[in-house]
């Protein structure tokens, strides 16, 4: 563990609490668009509370590399120089934009971060459904980086602690639009409702943490639309609320896929979610094609008509 | 800097914070994850006890259809059957079976060889139709008591 002065995500896990009563209280009071299913609810719970056993075991390998790092860095950056936090709020969402997109794109880091998805709701408890093996699979690394520039690992975990805070109130159907220039610049829960779509047109967009300018600056962003509803949850529902199913059933499967065909493995592990050697499966790219030929007919098909 | 010094210690590595605090820290986590596992059960309770699901009424031929054209919009389905309780439909679309069925308040799709699907054992008034997919093992399909068994029936009879 790295002693922290403050430390955001403990800090903010009584409003976490609270907002999800709130969030409650006004989807069952006051008929805002909220829906909670008891076991997704749970099974999210659990998920969250899974996350922190995980950190907790994980904890001892990453501070020491972190410190490791650390005292090799190029630059003396100090946490008391406020233009150092700026700088920092920058590039620590700019690295989560990749990390993020990266793990939709590349199914050996979906596999983890599928359990943030898996869930066919959209409230309070789907920020808190967390990954059990995100850590297991080196997402902390890139912030290494960071590290050797100079940044104190103490400012680096605030920063994502920061984050991670700022994305739980975006998980949620009970507020619709935020101001149009806050809409532009920042991650909302519109924007994350799209990101969580499974929608052919929504797929694979907004992987924002923050700041929503990284999609639009790099192609991945998609606005929300009335005409088509989000529909939550994965491409492939999951069958049930086991959950073991629920953590590990992605990897299990590409376990099964690397048993079957071996000569494959590298494409199993970090090709895109859905891909096949001979090419059977759908991946996001294969299905938004299908999707856009569709449109395309049905475009098409009244004035053939005429 | 002896506040930076702070902040870069490791500290549950350190031997002598080890020593001087080690059993404080276990007991800190033991007490976090006490009152966290808690709280997700006073959440999750809540959240149950709140009623407010989505709303989803038993299916019929229509609605069945009507997921199953949002789900898998390419698949021509040609005739369906639905379950007993309405949680559960069957479809069939040329060689290939579409298997649709209720989880909490939504639902899951998945496709099999239609012949796997009409295979799927009897037993009693139920049918359980296997998967090869680990995020959705397995559908069960009620049947209604004494009625024909179809799309299974063909099979077993």
């Known amino acids: 563990m790295i002693d922290l002065p403050f430390d955001p995500i403990r800090t903010a896990i009584p409003l976490f609490i609270a907002l999800v009563l709130l969030e409650i209280a006004a989807g069952k009071w006051f008929r805002a668009k909220v829906v909670y299913e008891g076991r997704d609810a749970w099974t999210s719970l659990l998920l969250g509370l899974g996350n922190t056993i995980q950190t907790a075991l994980m904890l001892g390998i990453i501070a020491t590399t972190m410190l490791w790092v650390y005292s090799h860095h190029i630059f003396e950056i100090r946490m008391t120089w406020w233009w150092a936090w700026v700088v920092l709020f920058f590039a620590d969402d700019f690295i989560f934009y990749w990390v993020h997109r990266t793990s939709h794109e590349r199914r050996i880091w979906w596999a983890s971060h599928v359990n943030h998805h898996s869930s066919q709701h959209f409230n309070l408890t789907t920020a808190l459904r967390q990954p059990l093996t995100q850590l297991v699979v080196g997402q902390w690394v890139p912030w290494l980086f960071l590290i050797w520039m100079g940044f104190p690992p103490a400012m680096i975990v605030i920063q994502n602690g920061v984050s991670l805070v700022y994305q739980f109130w975006i998980h949620t159907e009970a507020i619709k639009k935020m101001p149009r220039w806050f809409e532009a610049v920042m991650n909302t829960p519109s924007h994350h409702r799209v990101h969580h779509a499974r929608n052919p047109r929504y797929l694979d967009a907004n992987y924002a943490g923050i700041l929503i300018i990284w999609d639009r600056m790099f192609g991945t962003f998609i606005e929300e639309r009335e005409d088509d509803p989000v529909r939550y949850g994965i491409v ?48 996001s790219a294969t299905i938004k094609a299908k999707w856009r030929a569709r449109v395309k007919r049905e475009a098409a098909a009244p004035i053939a008509a005429e | ?41 006073v959440l999750a309770s809540v959240a149950a006890l709140a009623r407010i699901p989505r709303k989803v009424a038993p299916l019929n031929e229509a609605s069945a259809r009507a997921v199953i054209a949002d789900e898998l919009p390419d698949t021509k389905v040609e005739r369906v059957w639905v379950d007993a309780a309405g949680r559960a439909a069957v479809a069939k679309s040329g060689a290939e079976g579409v298997v649709l069925f209720r989880v909490g ?16 054992p009897v037993k009693g008034e139920g049918v359980v139709i296997r998967f090869r997919d680990p995020a959705a093992p397995a559908a069960r399909f009620q049947l209604a008591p004494g009625a024909n068994r179809a799309p299974f029936a063909e099979v077993a009879a």
């Open chain 1, 236 to 283: 492939k529902n999951l069958g049930g609320f086991n959950i073991l199913r629920v953590a590990f059933h992605e990897w299990i499967g590409i376990f099964q896929d690397i048993a079957r065909s071996p000569k494959h493995a590298l494409g199993w592990l970090f090709g895109p979610p859905g891909w096949s050697p001979d090419g059977s499966r759908e991946t």
């Open chain 2, 1 to 41: 800097m002896p506040q930076d010094r702070r902040i870069l210690t490791p500290v549950s590595t350190s031997p002598s914070f080890r020593a001087e605090w080690g059993d404080a820290l276990d007991q800190a986590y033991i007490i976090q994850f006490a009152v966290s596992a808690v709280a997700i059960v």
């Open chain 2, 105 to 120: 308040d939504g639902f899951a799709v998945r496709s099999a060889p239609w012949s796997e699907v009409v295979q799927a």
